[in-house]
Every structure is written in C-alpha cells, then in structure tokens.
C-alpha cells in the first residue's frame, strides 16, 4: 500500500470509534429514581464502593430533601448497599450536591439547609459498620450566617475534613472560607478556620477543596488579582497543629473569566487546576483547560498546561478534574462527540517528560445533554463519572457510570497498535 492510498487516522479519531466497545463501564440508576432528581450531582469513589448524591431527590415527601446511595462491587457487580437518609431532613436541604467518601465513611453535603439559619448549609456523616450505614453526626459552621453554603465543597481523609463555605462573608461579601474538622475518636470536632490572606469580595474562596495528607488546596474561582474572574488557588500545610498557608497559585496565562480553581485535585507534591472557561487558541472560547502544578520543597510551580486533544469552544474541559500518583483525569462536561453536550472524559498519564494524554472516554448509551463528566472521581485506577442529566428513569433521573481505566487502557492501546499496523502508520500524541 503506498502513502497515497494509507487511510491516516487521527489518534482522536481512533479513541472516538473505540470508545463505544464494551471494556468494563457500568452504569448505576437509582433503583427508585424519577424525574429531577439529578442522580449524579455528587458522586465519589473509594476501592469498591461508591457514593452518589441525588441532591434533589423527594423523599418521604419531602420536595428536594436530597438523598444518598451508596453501591459496592461485587461478584455480580455493583450492587447497592444502601440508601442514606438524612434524620431530620427538610425541604429544600438538597443534600447529596456535593458527597465525599473515605473508607466506611461518607458524607452528604447540603448547602441550602438551614440548621443554622437560612442556607447557611450543613454536612451530614453516615458510617458503615458490617454493612450497615447509620448516621453519626451533622455538622454545622460554627459561625454560620445566612446563605454561607457550607457544604458545597468537601475533602476527606481519616483524620481530616474539609468543608467550603464560598458564600462566607466573614472577610468580605462572598469571600469564601473553608473549616476543618479533626477526628478524636468516634467523632470529630471542629479545629479551624481558613481564608485567604488577601481575600476580596466575590472570590468565592471555598468553591472547591482537596485534601492529601498534611495539604489542603482551595481553589478561589472569581479571584481578581490578575483578571476579573481569572480564579487562585490556595495551598495550606499542617505545621504545629496549625494550618498555614503555604503559597498562593495562579495560571501564568490567565485571562478574563478562566475560573481557575473552580475544580481542584491534589497527590502528593502534585496539584491539578481546573480553568474550564479558558478561551483556549485554536480551540476556542470556553474550551477549558487545565494545569499541573508542583511542589520541590515548599516551593509551588506551574509544570504544565492540559488541554483538550480534540476540543472546541464551549467543551468546558475541565468540569472535572481527579488525580492519584501517575493519572489524571479531566471530564469536557459539553464536548459534542455524540452529540450536542453529550460530554467525554480525558485520561492523562505522567511519563519521565511530563503528562501526556492516554485515551477518551464516553458514555456507551449516550445521550444529548447528558454532560457526561459533570464531577468525576478517580481510586485505584476506577473512575466515576457523574452523569445527573441522563434520562433513564424520566427527565433528569441521573445516571453515573464506573470505568475500569486499567482494562481500558490496555484495550485501547492494543487496538490502537492493531488499526496503526492495518493502515501501515502510527498514530502519534
């Protein structure tokens, strides 16, 4: 076959017909869902169980109270263990908007609830004990007020929690905060508060947090410093039981409205930023990007910046980002690759010259509007990916899918050497 004739195909192109082939995904449904409840809002995964929020599910007739299911693998799959009900619940909490899991804990968090006062918003903790969940302790800002959203942003470890309150107006209108809880025993108390040294009104510090060990990232997506709306990005270290803040990061390039920070991931000495609004060249406006930032003793650098392999303008990639040791994981929430804002969800991998992107991902019964990527999570190689406008069980139902990414790389690169070998040229990166 001479060059003339040698079908080229695009490495893109080859993800895109992959993609649909059957390599591991499940997709869970509530086994009671209906319309609007926008299974999927939340969802989060930890070894083999995952925890999904459906933050305006009805329940016992209570409008948009918002619940949590909580599926685990097993031999005949995901199966689910359980359904978390808040006690007392009210209309209106809408818990299940943002839900964190960590070993046999999980949270709901509800932004609008009013335990303290009107959306001032709170966080409710479930546990698992020989596979029963039960509710152990809600929790509430010590200092709430009115509209805070204390809730709307969490990150766990075993002995540390995160909770963003981006509405705060402690510092200033809006400005953000984030409190930490530490964990003495069976429960936890509170430990600290946490704001920007130079928060403004707006910044909506707390919108998103991340957690890893002794750092906790913040991410401040309306910050102004460099452009109106441009976003910052908070590091905090633990130093003498005290949280302090350790550098302040910002895109080298930002520009007006990228929203840096409005998603954040940590690993280590790594942290992953998303700035979906990017007007990225050649792509777009709001094709969306994302960059790598890296920590050589206490000193933060900006490594790399992710884009879209194949993106275009309004993909918003980067609606979601996860990251754990060598993997990256960005969801483009409106990238049309099966239709118009169907959505798909991009795999990095870190080599010894950087990040480099590995393969695609989407949905296998997609749909138009799903937004397939609208939050992801990433562990042991198994990414969730939150899908809350899919349709299954009525308009809005919500469905979220579990890729293994492991099977899925490995049959990806096999048939990407495969069809290189059949069309006598090799796909590049």
């Keep these: 076959m001479t060059v003339s004739t040698t079908i080229k195909l695009s490495l893109c192109t080859i993800l895109t017909a992959l993609a649909g082939h059957s390599v591991a995904q499940d997709r869970l449904l509530a086994n009671d869902g209906r319309a609007q409840d926008y299974f999927g809002y939340g969802a989060a995964i930890d070894g083999n169980t995952v925890l999904v929020g459906a933050h305006q599910a009805d329940v016992n007739g209570i409008k948009d109270g918002g619940v949590g299911y909580v599926y685990v693998l097993g031999d005949k799959g995901w199966q689910q263990q359980a359904k978390l009900i808040a006690s007392p619940l009210f209309a209106d909490d809408t818990l299940g908007g943002k839900v964190v899991l960590n070993n046999n804990i999980a949270m709901l968090g509800g932004m609008r609830r009013d335990d303290k006062s009107k959306d001032a918003g709170a966080v409710v903790a479930f546990e698992r004990y020989a596979d029963k969940w039960t509710q152990t302790q ?3 800002a010590p200092d709430a007020q009115p509209g805070d959203a204390f809730g ?5 470890t075993d002995t540390t929690l995160v909770i963003g309150a981006p509405r705060s107006d402690t510092k200033a209108n809006d400005a ?7 964990r003495t025993g069976d429960s936890w108390r509170f430990h600290s508060k946490i704001m920007a040294s130079d928060g403004a009104a707006g910044d909506l510090f707390g919108i998103d947090v991340a957690i890893d060990g002794n750092t ?3 991410g401040a997506d309306l910050h102004d410093k460099t452009a109106e709306n441009a976003g910052a990005v908070y590091v905090y270290v633990l130093e003498d039981n005290q949280w302090q803040q350790q550098a302040k990061l910002m895109a080298a390039d930002a520009g007006k409205t990228d929203i840096f920070g409005v998603r954040v991931a940590i690993s280590g000495d790594t942290a992953l930023i998303s700035a979906r609004r990017d007007d990225v060249e050649h792509l777009g406006v709001d094709a969306g990007s994302a960059y790598i930032f890296e920590r050589t003793g206490t000193r933060w650098t900006e490594a790399q910046k992710l884009t879209s392999p194949d ?9 979601g980002v996860a990251l754990s040791g060598d993997t990256a994981i960005i969801s483009a929430m409106n990238h049309d690759v099966q239709g118009e804002d169907t959505g798909a969800l991009y795999v990095y991998k870190k080599h010894p010259d950087g990040w480099r992107y590995a393969s695609k991902v989407v949905a ?11 939050n992801v999570g990433l562990s042991d190689g198994k990414a969730v990916i939150a899908t809350p406008h899919h349709d299954a069980n009525g308009k809005e139902s919500g469905a979220v899918y579990v890729q293994d990414l492991n099977q899925y790389s490995a049959f990806h690169i096999k048939n990407q050497v495969t069809v290189a070998k059949k069309g006598e040229a090799k796909s590049s990166q």
């Design 176 to 182: 953000g905060a984030a409190y930490i809880f530490q």
């Design 364 to 374: 296998k019964n997609a749909q138009p509007g799903d937004q397939f990527g609208w």
């Design 152 to 156: 709307q942003s969490l990150a766990l």
């Design 138 to 140: 809600i929790f509430t």
């Design 216 to 218: 906790i990232v913040v």
């Design 311 to 319: 993106g275009a303008a309004d993909d918003r990639f980067g609606r």
